[in-house]
């Protein structure tokens, strides 16, 4: 990897990221003038004081408005707040809020110490050196100050500046990467602010070495993500005080060891034992800033294997495989949906992946990440200046996507973490389902849930997690009802495994099989998918012992076109329920089927630039309601509407087909000889698409020939 003075010389946008993060440091050090000159080498002018915080910060996740359940608004350059505002006018005061404020403040002057350390390797402004050094002399006589944090939750690992050791970790490998990045760039700290980092780092190697221990050997919680930033903190501390390697061996060896976690924290197919894309990406930075260490005392991390073969690259390799066409990660079990700092960590991870393997298949992911970040095609930001290697142009990396390049990808089957991807030639449909592991306290109530995507876009994906400090974290966005699955008496789903008992792909299709037993008592749930070059068939049976009411749901983000609207009879306002989220369901229009016959019911959903045709058939007795629900966790208050088919009896079949393009299509149940029946899929407009499929016990879901 080039070093940053380097990267300026040889790439543009490198040389535009140095000096956009260098404005931004004169505007947070000047005051509010953005237009005023730059400083310049071997010139002096005055520079705004930096005011560390002298509060330990509280728990992030309570910077969350209780009325929306949006995260809280955050401005770098607001150095001191006592209100603090939702993105929909609410002003808030007081604790949580001022606590949770006191985190994003502290990280935001860890991250300009790095930022400016990182813009002196560029250009060598002594500006930008005295800026990281200030901050860094200032924590470090800061810290010896905090106490253990009085107001931390019992279950937490308690840090000093603040409520979680794990924040602490994370904050402290931020800053002391600062630190060995001046010392790598020849700055050199006043005998007395050496002397306070150096009481720093000492305090932070015994708390992180007390903490580990604690949740290794007392709480034999080796697996634990809080594991991985431990190591990684514990990691930059040794390279910041030049420890010997033996001292670094014991985070590489023995329990809870780098080797160790990489053994029993990801699954053997590469995902992160809890299931959840964001804890996945999580634990995998704490890896490459431990790699990036280690590399210090030639130790190399970035080709380590775990005992089933886990590996950082696999790590990487699993997370582009799971995104979509457009790079985009899906929101697996606990997991921000948009949210700009995990938009920076994906670009971390991915840049330090590119530029250690070289993998052109991380450039899609990669490319998502800054057009989230930025709104447009364009490399930049501290994670950029720092980790960015090849390629060496914007357009070669933005011309990577996989619509663009027109590359056909494969389906995925990951066995051991439960998730699985289809795909097929043809197809612009694709769709994801979740049969694994529960997740533990990051697990939603999910099983059999699936994600519908468009090449273009999303069509009905997993809703993502709002910050913990919300109500709807466990009232809404870990339900079943949330998630596109099926729910048994107005409750959720029980923590348990389902199984994948058939995954086929051919030339003719991709089909998977996926039988529960463990939702609900006496309950067996089975969803079986078919993805041809055309449709997209969903079938879910559903047997239980008692007379249940057994609903489907259906949560799209592509906004939902009802067809046949007279046959909907609006309703007075109602909830869907009482518990398990229910009661945040409002049912605004039925349905009926008081017929002998299955109905088709036809709808549509628009996303930006593509068009997706559906329809559900609905069984004899059955009511299909229009709901409307909280939105996607990027803003829950921005509804959104599906659909709910609901059933009552000890049994039920549902049965819905996707198509891309203009052409509608219905749906004819067709009785066969000896019991069961096939459905008959055909486009309005004759000849454009036919086809009769059939779900047998052995074979699955099958097109007839």
Avoid at 163 to 169: I, S
Avoid at 277 to 285: A, C, D, I, M
Wanted: net charge negative; proline share 5%.
């Amino acid at each position: 990897m080039k070093i940053i003075q380097d990267k300026t010389a040889a790439w543009s946008w490198a040389r535009r990221t140095a000096d956009e993060l260098k404005a931004e440091l004169a505007e947070w050090r000047g005051g509010a003038d953005a237009s005023a000159p730059l400083p310049e080498a071997g010139r002096q002018q005055p520079l705004r004081e930096i005011r560390l915080p002298l509060e330990p910060g509280g728990w992030w996740h309570q910077y969350v408005c209780p009325e929306h359940h949006a995260e809280l608004l955050f401005d770098p350059l607001e150095e001191d707040a006592v209100q603090f505002r939702c993105p929909h006018g609410c002003v808030l005061e007081g604790e949580p809020y001022r606590g949770a404020w006191l985190v994003f403040r502290h990280q935001a002057m860890a991250r300009y110490a790095l930022q400016a350390a990182a813009v002196y390797a560029a250009d060598g402004e002594e500006w930008c050196a005295d800026t990281a050094k200030e901050i860094l002399a200032g924590y470090a006589r800061q810290f010896p100050l905090y106490p253990v944090h009085p107001d931390a939750q019992p279950w937490m690992l308690k840090g000093r500046a603040f409520h979680q050791a794990l924040t602490e970790a994370i904050w402290s490998t931020t800053l002391i990467r600062a630190y060995l990045l001046l010392k790598d760039s020849g700055v050199e700290f006043a005998p007395a602010d050496e002397e306070a980092l150096q009481t720093f780092f000492t305090m932070l190697e015994e708390s992180m070495e007390q903490y580990r221990h604690i949740l290794i050997h007392e709480k034999k919680n080796a697996e634990n993500n809080y594991t991985a930033w431990l190591n990684a903190s514990l990691a930059c501390v040794y390279a910041a005080k030049g420890a010997d390697r033996a001292k670094l061996q014991t985070l590489l060896e023995g329990p809870g060891g780098f080797y160790h976690h990489l053994s029993i924290g990801v699954k053997p197919d590469g995902f992160e034992f809890e299931g959840s894309t964001y804890y996945h990406l999580f634990v995998l930075r704490a890896y490459f800033i431990a790699a990036e260490m280690c590399r210090r005392f030639g130790v190399d991390l970035y080709g380590a294997k775990g005992e089933a073969g886990q590996s950082l690259h696999g790590m990487l390799q699993v997370l582009a495989e799971l995104s979509s066409d457009t790079g985009r990660l899906p929101a697996l079990h606990d997991g921000p949906y948009n949210r700009v700092p995990f938009a920076r960590e994906v670009a971390e991870v991915f840049e330090a992946g590119l530029s250690v393997y070289g993998d052109r298949d991380l450039l899609p992911v990669l490319a998502h990440s800054y057009r989230y970040i930025f709104g447009a095609e364009k490399r930049g930001g501290l994670e950029a200046l720092l980790y960015g290697d090849g390629p060496a142009t914007e357009a070669e990396l933005f011309s990577a996507t996989v619509p663009e390049a027109g590359k056909e990808r494969s389906s995925l089957l990951l066995e051991d973490s439960g998730f699985a991807v289809l795909r097929q030639k043809g197809n612009p449909l694709s769709v994801q389902t979740d049969f694994g592991e529960h997740g533990g306290s990051h697990g939603h109530f999910d099983k059999l849930h699936i994600s519908i995507m468009h090449r273009l876009g999303e069509v009905a994906p997993e809703m993502g997690t709002v910050p913990y400090g919300s109500a709807r974290r466990l009232g809404w966005y870990a339900t079943t009802a949330s998630h596109n699955t099926v729910s048994v008496g107005g409750r959720s789903q029980a923590p348990h495994i389902a199984a994948c008992t058939l995954f086929r792909a051919d030339e003719t299709g991709t089909c998977i099989r996926l039988r529960s037993e463990g939702a609900y008592p006496g309950t067996v749930l089975e969803r079986h998918l078919l993805l041809t070059g055309e449709v997209l068939v969903d079938w879910f049976r559903v047997t239980t012992e008692g007379d249940e009411l057994i609903d489907w749901w259906l949560h799209p983000s592509a906004e939902l076109s009802l067809g046949e609207k007279e046959a909907w009879e609006p309703l007075a306002p109602q909830a869907a329920g009482t518990e398990d989220g229910y009661a945040l369901v409002e049912l605004l229009s039925r349905r009926d089927n008081s017929s002998a016959a299955a109905l088709s019911a036809a709808f549509r959903l628009d996303g930006e630039g593509f068009t997706v045709q559906a329809a559900v058939l609905q069984a004899p007795g059955a009511e299909l309601h229009h709901i409307r629900t909280p939105g996607i966790a990027e803003d829950p208050s921005r509804t959104i509407s599906g659909l709910l088919l609901r059933q009552k009896g000890t049994s039920a079949e549902f049965v819905a087909v996707y198509r891309a393009g203009e052409e509608p299509i219905r749906l004819t149940a067709v009785e066969r000889e000896g019991g069961g029946f096939a459905v008959q899929v055909e486009t309005e407009t004759p000849g454009v698409f036919s086809g009769c499929f059939v779900l047998d016990p052995d074979s699955g879901l099958t097109q007839l020939s």
